[in-house]
């Protein structure tokens, strides 16, 4: 698989614990399919996408560090990174 053609999902905090590593490489896609495949792939952080389609309030997303992301509909393209913050996290 062409690692170019992927979404770089990197985990930061809890949600590395959680997952067990501190990245994973998916197929691009909206923020929400993105997220889907996470979870697919790190069991650990089942639920970040609430019943009502919205980020869980404990994570927070930026895409390739640059933005913060709340809008789950919004296209990630391969070559991207998106990054899995804990909401708390800060000094």
Known sequence: ?????????????MPR?????HELRVAPGTVA???ARVERGCPGLAGMIRADGRLAPHYLLSIDGRRFVTDLTEEISA????LLLSAD???
């Open 1 to 13: 698989m062409n690692e170019n053609a992927n979404v770089i999902v990197e985990f930061f905090g």
């Open 17 to 21: 614990l959680r997952a067990g590593r």
């Open 33 to 35: 399919d993105v997220l």
């Open 79 to 82: 070559g991207e990174k998106l």
């Open 89 to 91: 996290a800060g000094g």
